[in-house]
């Protein structure tokens, strides 16, 4: 039963620490998405990646956050530093091929940044 | 800005009852999904339907899609506690990556 997994699933940190979360996506997708979901502003796409390329990093805050795939098997997302309005749920998602097909979720990381 | 946008925001109805759901969009797409996510949960996807397709089943899932109206609706029948869930439209309009809706919570009453 092949599933995207995330480490941790919880975090809590203090303000202005580095706060790094992981992700092995679906062995064989092609397709990496990083998510951030808050009851304030829903889901929001922060970066994703193409055969460990990134495409597309608009979403993302760029002078505390950085989105990464050193390999195939690991996605990383840093916050450097972290900030109270950091705190949320962050999602990855894989895809087999294509950007706009389906796309399969990690359970989260739920991060609280006090 | 949104390119999928659900309603109602909140469904609250009893077990049997059929829930339906609505997604309007902005653009010209190439497919339209939906998703559930379970309170504390990721997103599962549910069901995928083409712009040039007009309705889709699944089990007790019916979708439909109206690319004049840029909308699509899906419903689900004899509705179950277990369907207590939020549910989001993505939209894939061809220049990136999926846009997802802000979703519609659905409460089935036991």
């Known amino acids: 039963d092949a599933r995207v997994t995330q480490t941790p699933r919880h975090k809590v940190t203090e303000m202005g620490q580095e706060v790094t979360m992981r992700c092995q996506p679906i062995?064989?997708?092609?397709?990496v998405f990083w998510y951030r979901q808050t009851m304030m502003q829903g889901l929001e796409l922060l970066a994703y990646?193409?055969?460990?390329?990134?495409?597309?990093d608009s979403g993302m805050p760029k002078d505390r956050f950085s989105a990464e795939m050193p390999d195939a098997t690991l996605a990383t997302l840093k916050i450097q530093p972290s900030e109270p309005r950091d705190s949320a749920v962050y999602f990855c998602a894989s895809g087999p091929t294509s950007l706009a097909e389906t796309q399969y979720f990690g359970p989260g990381t739920r991060l609280l940044v006090l | 800005s949104q390119q999928g946008e659900e309603d109602p925001q909140a469904l609250s109805i009893q077990e049997g009852e059929n829930a339906t759901m609505n997604c309007s969009y902005k653009?010209?797409?190439?497919?339209l999904q939906w998703y559930r996510q379970n309170s504390g949960r990721g997103l599962v996807h549910l069901i995928l339907?083409?712009?040039?397709?007009r309705e889709k089943h699944s089990g007790r899932l019916r979708v439909t899609l109206d690319t004049s109206k840029k909308s699509s609706s899906l419903l689900i029948t004899a509705s179950r506690a277990a369907d207590t869930a939020s549910y989001f439209c993505a939209t894939d309009a061809g220049r990136r990556a999926l846009t997802f809706g802000s979703g519609t919570r659905l409460q089935v009453q036991p």
């Open positions: 062995l064989g997708h092609n397709t």
């Open positions: 653009t010209s797409i190439n497919n």
């Open positions: 990646f193409r055969n460990r390329a990134p495409l597309d």
């Open positions: 339907i083409r712009s040039n397709e």
